[in-house]
């Protein structure tokens, strides 16, 4: 694919610099040459793998304690600007929390992935770090005791009866009024309260059961 | 709907916008500056400036190039006040960053040639195939002609080639 024509090294500039767009009649051109249309069949490939390798899972993205702590300065200056706003954080704090807890758990995406038992000692730990007690009744395949919101939390996954991967999120130091469900970014979960403290659940693969929710809530003890 | 409930549902959409656009925001940093913890103080500060800045948003369905350019200025803002230092990519622990990590080795290979693409190539490409931005709104964002543009992402591509296994094309003068 080499010592092109004029109207090919044209071409060959608009498809290689946008292959999804082209001017009419560098398309034109390119139905008419098969050498053209088969480079942008090759950069069409090339841009799928691209699109690809620039969605970088974001689990490595956990930050320092310093950090964090900016993190948090920037939770408190978008809930203060809110409230200017309408108090509207203030009225709505579960939707908060969910949004909260979604991002978290998209930045730990591959936690769905686990498949293996962890060992009880390392549950244990995490709970022993994280303040918290769950019996869980499902074996528990990913937990580590994440920061969040200025704490350290249970954040466990666990496989289910059915199969599927359920994040459990055990949060000592938020407390949530009333059951509130949310789905956002093809997860839906549940936020509950417990005790002192709640409880968020999601998952990928459709609604959690009030029954699982319930049997999973009078497990944790803070 | 009262003034007040408008503001505050407008305030609650925004919070869902940027809330959904910030894992690009933050892939996007990285692409950017190479470094997983100036991307995060990046996102940070886009986040900020967004809210701050929301009146400025009268479209929403412009939010995604907005917000990029947005990230784009503070990263060059962040260099600017913190005068960081910039390092040759090849000598850069970047390349064996987890943040990279895949099973798939070639598309390992993909992100390290990507990597080390000079900051001229790997912008534009960025802005366009992971922030969707036209070739005449990163011609604007870059203050380039249409025409550097569409050479820059060419040459892009074309070093890219090698990599995918293709045979690179004849460069465009």
């Known amino acids: 694919m080499s010592a092109a024509a004029p109207e090919c090294r044209q071409a060959r500039l608009y498809i290689g610099a946008d292959p999804h767009h082209l001017p009419a ?11 053209c249309r088969r480079f942008r069949e090759e950069t069409l490939s090339l841009d799928g793998r691209l699109h690809a390798a620039l969605d970088l899972p974001l689990a490595h993205f956990r930050r320092a304690a310093v950090v964090r ?8 200056s978008v809930v203060f600007a809110m409230i200017v706003a309408g108090g509207f954080w203030l009225f709505r704090p579960s939707t908060a929390l969910a949004g909260e807890v979604v991002a978290h758990v998209e930045e730990e995406a591959d936690s769905w992935n686990s498949r293996d038992n962890l060992p009880a000692t390392q549950v244990a730990e995490i709970m022993r770090t994280a303040g918290a ?71 990928r693969d459709g ?10 809530v009078s497990r944790v003890h803070w | ?8 549902t407008v305030a609650g959409a925004f919070t869902r916008l940027l809330e959904m656009l910030r894992p690009d925001l933050l892939r996007f940093a990285y692409w950017l500056a190479r470094d997983r913890q100036v991307a995060e103080d990046v996102v940070q500060e ?12 009268k479209d929403p369905a412009a939010a995604r190039p907005w917000l990029f350019t947005i990230v784009r200025r503070e990263h060059a803002r962040l260099f600017e006040r913190k005068r960081l230092p910039t390092v040759d990519v090849d000598e850069v622990e970047a390349l064996g960053d987890p943040a990279l990590a895949t099973d798939d080795a070639a598309l390992l290979d993909l992100r390290r040639a990507i990597m080390q693409l000079p900051d001229e190539y790997r912008e534009p490409l960025v802005l366009q195939v992971l922030g969707g931005l ?4 990163i011609g604007a964002e870059l203050k380039l002609t249409q025409a550097a543009v569409l050479t820059r992402l060419f040459r892009a591509r074309n070093r890219l080639r090698t990599i995918y296994g293709l045979e690179p094309v004849e460069d465009v003068e």
């Open chain 2, 46 to 57: 886009t986040l900020i400036r967004a809210w701050k800045s929301r009146d400025e948003l």
């Open chain 2, 134 to 137: 036209s070739t005449a709104e």
């Open chain 1, 25 to 35: 009649d560098i398309a034109a051109h390119v139905e008419a040459c098969a050498a």
């Open chain 1, 133 to 203: 007690q769950f019996d869980s009744p499902y074996p528990v395949v990913y937990g580590y005791p994440c920061p969040f919101k200025g704490h350290r939390v249970a954040h466990l996954v666990v496989l289910t009866p059915d199969g599927t991967t359920m994040t459990v999120m055990l949060i000592p130091h938020e407390h949530v009024r009333r059951r509130t469900e949310f789905a956002r970014d093809g997860m839906s979960g549940v936020l509950l309260p417990a005790g002192k403290g709640s409880v968020a659940l999601l998952t």
């Open chain 1, 69 to 76: 702590t900016r993190r948090f300065a920037l939770a408190a």
């Open chain 1, 207 to 216: 609604a959690i059961a009030d029954s699982t929710a319930d049997e999973i």
């Open chain 2, 1 to 8: 709907m009262n003034a007040a409930s408008r503001g505050t």
